[in-house]
């Protein structure tokens, strides 16, 4: 009797596997993802199996202390995202949107560790060697020590990698790149799977330190199997739209540093540049007007001074507009109902509109006092002084509560001049708030 054949599904956004094909994967939900793995694959799988090993473990204090070095990749905010700079043999992931610059970003780092006498070799699967090098001459990148690799085939990239003695390996991107031992296609889930997993491996052995570029789906999140982002050291989210000059860049996971901290970029015609002074995108001094309120935010271990800008308009229809750029829209609608509530304005009959200048989004509540008081701006048509600022979380029931690291923000108003604060009452500042003339409330009615 004819042995029965045994068939192994896989989805291909999220890994998940099962005997039989289904229309829709059960475990992410996607449509038509589930593909038949090949035989090989199969007998692969089959074999896996823990190892037997003499290595027995040893008491945690008996372990020396391993010193982790780090070099400068040339860019200040590239550094302070990764916690100090470069880890030899570390594995990096950077994801993004289309056009966002993150070949542009990693190209500049390349050519700058060049400059230093290191070795780099940059593989693209995208580009050919004369349109990379178009871009390095703009981005004045044209060194010696950065070589260039037109190939999507791992086998080739692990040899070029292991001929010369070289520091950084940036590969553009992971979604390009197949290996000749999977049968699947280039960005599936097993190429994806496999490639990484290679070159962790060759990251570590060979204390190489490995960029990967990874492209990122509708929903916003990096393509591949999620086992990626736990393979890598360190998962960097590349942020901005394509038509602004800011750049942002933020740091999900980091094995070697924090992930609080944020890097700040401009797009100019010789390609990203660090922000040194990262308050000036945001903000701007100028004479006061009516729907306009300062504030200061966090964003890592920085402070920013933004502006808050607000239009208050009777509304020509029995729903009214609520809108927010840059604000989330629900922390829109809780504040509007309070006023309402507590100080009785008619918003109801009015459309709301909010915009945060500078194209940031704000994540933390510290601004809800800003947001109010440009509101009651344009409501009143009454200017608020350019030389105040609002800083403080505002609740349900009215109550205006201490925003945390008070000092960071006050010495940033410092530097721009500013002469007076609105900010909760008992909040625990140092001797910097003599500098200014503070007014401390504990509601909205106090301050009104």
Same mark, same amino acid.
């Given at each position: 009797?004819?042995?029965?054949?045994?068939?192994?599904?896989?989805?291909?956004?999220?890994?998940?596997?099962?005997?039989?094909?289904?229309?829709?994967?059960?475990?992410?939900?996607?449509?038509?993802?589930?593909?038949?793995?090949?035989?090989?694959?199969?007998?692969?799988?089959?074999?896996?199996?823990?190892?037997?090993?003499?290595?027995?473990?040893?008491?945690?204090?008996?372990?020396?202390?391993?010193?982790?070095?780090?070099?400068?990749?040339?860019?200040?905010?590239?550094?302070?995202?990764?916690?100090?700079?470069?880890?030899?043999?570390?594995?990096?992931?950077?994801?993004?949107?289309?056009?966002?610059?993150?070949?542009?970003?990693?190209?500049?780092?390349?050519?700058?560790?060049?400059?230093?006498?290191?070795?780099?070799?940059?593989?693209?699967?995208?580009?050919?060697?004369?349109?990379?090098?178009?871009?390095?001459?703009?981005?004045?990148?044209?060194?010696?020590?950065?070589?260039?690799?037109?190939?999507?085939?791992?086998?080739?990239?692990?040899?070029?990698?292991?001929?010369?003695?070289?520091?950084?390996?940036?590969?553009?991107?992971?979604?390009?790149?197949?290996?000749?031992?999977?049968?699947?296609?280039?960005?599936?889930?097993?190429?994806?799977?496999?490639?990484?997993?290679?070159?962790?491996?060759?990251?570590?052995?060979?204390?190489?330190?490995?960029?990967?570029?990874?492209?990122?789906?509708?929903?916003?999140?990096?393509?591949?199997?999620?086992?990626?982002?736990?393979?890598?050291?360190?998962?960097?989210?590349?942020?901005?739209?394509?038509?602004?000059?800011?750049?942002? #860049?933020?740091? %999900? $996971? /980091? &094995?070697?540093?924090?992930?609080?901290?944020?890097? +700040?970029? @401009?797009?100019?015609?010789? !390609?990203?540049?660090?922000?040194?002074?990262?308050?000036?995108?945001?903000?701007?001094?100028?004479?006061?007007?009516?729907?306009?309120?300062?504030?200061?935010?966090?964003?890592?271990?920085?402070?920013?001074?933004?502006?808050?800008?607000?239009?208050?308009?009777?509304?020509?229809?029995?729903?009214?507009?609520?809108?927010?750029?840059?604000?989330?829209?629900?922390?829109?609608?809780?504040?509007?109902?309070?006023?309402?509530?507590?100080?009785?304005?008619?918003?109801?009959?009015?459309?709301?509109?909010?915009?945060?200048?500078?194209?940031?989004?704000?994540?933390?509540?510290?601004?809800?006092?800003?947001?109010?008081?440009?509101? #009651?701006?344009? %409501? $009143? /048509? &009454?200017?608020?002084?350019?030389?105040?600022?609002? +800083?403080? @979380?505002?609740?349900?029931? !009215?109550?205006?509560?201490?925003?945390?690291?008070?000092?960071?923000?006050?010495?940033?108003?410092?530097?721009?001049?500013?002469?007076?604060?609105?900010?909760?009452?008992?909040?625990?500042?140092?001797?910097?708030?003599?500098?200014?003339?503070?007014?401390?409330?504990?509601?909205?009615?106090?301050?009104?």
């Amino acid at each position: 009797m004819a042995k029965k054949s045994f068939s192994l599904f896989e989805c291909q956004h999220c890994g998940f596997q099962s005997t039989k094909w289904m229309g829709k994967c059960t475990n992410c939900g996607s449509w038509e993802s589930l593909v038949e793995l090949s035989s090989s694959q199969i007998e692969s799988l089959k074999e896996t199996q823990v190892l037997h090993s003499n290595t027995s473990a040893i008491p945690i204090t008996s372990i020396e202390y391993e010193n982790i070095t780090k070099f400068p990749s040339s860019q200040e905010e590239f550094d302070i995202v990764l916690g100090g700079g470069i880890v030899p043999g570390g594995l990096y992931l950077i994801g993004g949107s289309p056009g966002v610059g993150k070949s542009t970003l990693l190209l500049k780092v390349a050519g700058g560790i060049a400059k230093t006498g290191k070795k780099v070799l940059y593989v693209s699967g995208e580009e050919s060697a004369g349109q990379i090098k178009l871009r390095a001459q703009r981005l004045d990148c044209i060194e010696e020590n950065l070589f260039l690799l037109n190939e999507i085939d791992l086998n080739s990239i692990k040899s070029n990698l292991l001929t010369k003695k070289y520091t950084i390996c940036i590969i553009d991107s992971i979604q390009t790149i197949y290996s000749p031992q999977i049968t699947s296609t280039p960005g599936s889930i097993s190429q994806v799977r496999e490639i990484t997993f290679e070159l962790m491996r060759l990251a570590k052995e060979y204390n190489i330190a490995i960029f990967i570029i990874g492209h990122i789906t509708k929903e916003g999140s990096i393509a591949g199997p999620r086992v990626l982002e736990h393979m890598v050291d360190v998962v960097l989210y590349f942020e901005g739209d394509p038509s602004r000059e800011l750049r942002m #860049l933020r740091g %999900f $996971k /980091n &094995r070697f540093g924090t992930t609080s901290e944020v890097g +700040i970029f @401009e797009m100019h015609p010789n !390609g990203l540049v660090s922000a040194k002074n990262a308050s000036k995108i945001f903000f701007s001094q100028k004479h006061a007007m009516a729907g306009s309120a300062i504030t200061v935010i966090i964003e890592g271990s920085r402070a920013l001074v933004i502006e808050i800008q607000a239009l208050v308009s009777e509304t020509g229809f029995a729903t009214p507009k609520r809108s927010a750029t840059g604000f989330d829209t629900n922390r829109l609608n809780m504040l509007l109902a309070l006023l309402e509530k507590k100080i009785e304005i008619p918003l109801n009959r009015y459309d709301v509109f909010i915009n945060v200048t500078g194209g940031i989004k704000i994540t933390e509540t510290s601004a809800d006092l800003a947001v109010i008081a440009s509101i #009651l701006s344009s %409501f $009143k /048509n &009454r200017p608020l002084s350019n030389k105040t600022a609002f +800083i403080g @979380e505002v609740s349900l029931t !009215g109550d205006i509560r201490e925003a945390n690291n008070i000092d960071t923000r006050l010495k940033e108003m410092e530097n721009y001049g500013f002469e007076n604060v609105i900010l909760p009452k008992k909040s625990k500042t140092k001797s910097v708030i003599k500098c200014f003339e503070a007014t401390e409330v504990s509601k909205i009615l106090d301050w009104l």
